[in-house]
């Protein structure tokens, strides 16, 4: 009888098993989002595009660096594209962020138009099967221009994970990047990846 009450009060606890995976996916994001943001090295004046926006957590984060620049966004979900509208009302209101549905080929900027294209883990999905969707983002880019990727890989295998970061490096070098930087970070449950390149 004396374990009712016990039991009743461990019922009352508003932690619920989805409550934790989003408080736990909360924290990797805003690690994965301030390690991006340490690559961006993000001027007030600059224009940006991130690459799979998902709920619009790190274009909210990225544009508090902004004053008179401008932000873009695109994302192949309508459903992530609801969930960053709701978040960034005001900066679109605002004209500091545009967002967008679609792939990459389809965004109506000219060449040369970004000081930086980034993207955190969503950007790894785009290119882990090929390294040709990053030529259309480096036709997008200013001279001088960075493109930057930070992701951890599908896989806890340590040498896997180096053989994708090497992998897409090579990516990097055949659209042209130079300048290439691979960084690796001790991460959970994964190893994180930076890889950053310049347009020449």
Do not use: C
Request: charged fraction near 20%; avoid cysteine.
């Amino acid at each position: 009888m004396q374990l009712t009450p016990a039991i009743h009060e461990f019922r009352q606890i508003p932690w619920s098993v989805e409550k934790l995976t989003e408080w736990k996916k909360a924290i990797k994001n805003k690690t994965i989002t301030d390690w991006t943001i340490e690559h961006l090295n993000i001027q007030p004046y600059q224009h940006l595009l991130e690459i799979g926006y998902t709920s619009g957590y790190t274009l909210s984060e990225v544009a508090r660096k902004l004053k008179i620049g401008f932000l873009a966004g695109i994302d192949e979900s309508m459903t992530m594209y609801r969930r960053a509208y709701k978040k960034n009302k005001k900066l679109i209101r605002d004209q500091l962020l545009q967002l967008h549905i679609g792939e990459i080929h389809e965004l109506p900027y000219p060449h040369h138009y970004f000081h930086t294209i980034y993207g955190n883990n969503s950007l790894y999905s785009y290119v882990k099967e090929s390294g040709y969707i990053l030529l259309p983002l480096v036709n997008l880019l200013k001279s001088g221009g960075k493109l930057a990727m930070v992701f951890q890989p599908g896989t806890t295998k340590e040498n896997k994970v180096v053989e994708i970061a090497e992998k897409i490096k090579q990516d990097y070098i055949f659209a042209g990047l130079s300048h290439i930087q691979l960084e690796l970070r001790d991460m959970h449950p994964v190893t994180g990846v930076a890889i950053t390149g310049y347009k020449e």
